[in-house]
C-alpha cells in the first residue's frame, strides 16, 4: 500500500490570538509580504503595499479571508 502524507500549515487565523490593533514585528522584511510575531506567534502577514524593514513595529489593522493586514507604526 502507497502512504503519502503531506503536512503544511495554511494560515488559518485564531480569532482570540490575534485581534486588530495588537502589534507585532516583521521577523524579515514585508514586501508586502511575509512573517511577523504578534503576541509570541508566528504569522504571515501584508502590508497595503508597504515595503518595510525586519523589526519595524506593526499594528494589525484588519483580518480579511484568514489575511492578517498589518501597517507601521509611526514613531
Known sequence: SLNN????KVNVI???AV???DN???VG?????GKAEINGNY???KTQGDFLD????VEVIKIE???IYVKPIKP
Open 54 to 57: 525586519q523589526n519595524t513595529p
Open 65 to 67: 479571508f484568514n489575511t
Open 43 to 45: 504569522y504571515e502577514v
Open 24 to 26: 507585532g514585528v516583521p
Open 19 to 21: 485581534k486588530v490593533g
Open 29 to 33: 522584511r514585508l514586501a508586502p509580504m
Open 5 to 8: 502524507s503531506i503536512s503544511g
Open 14 to 16: 485564531d480569532e482570540q
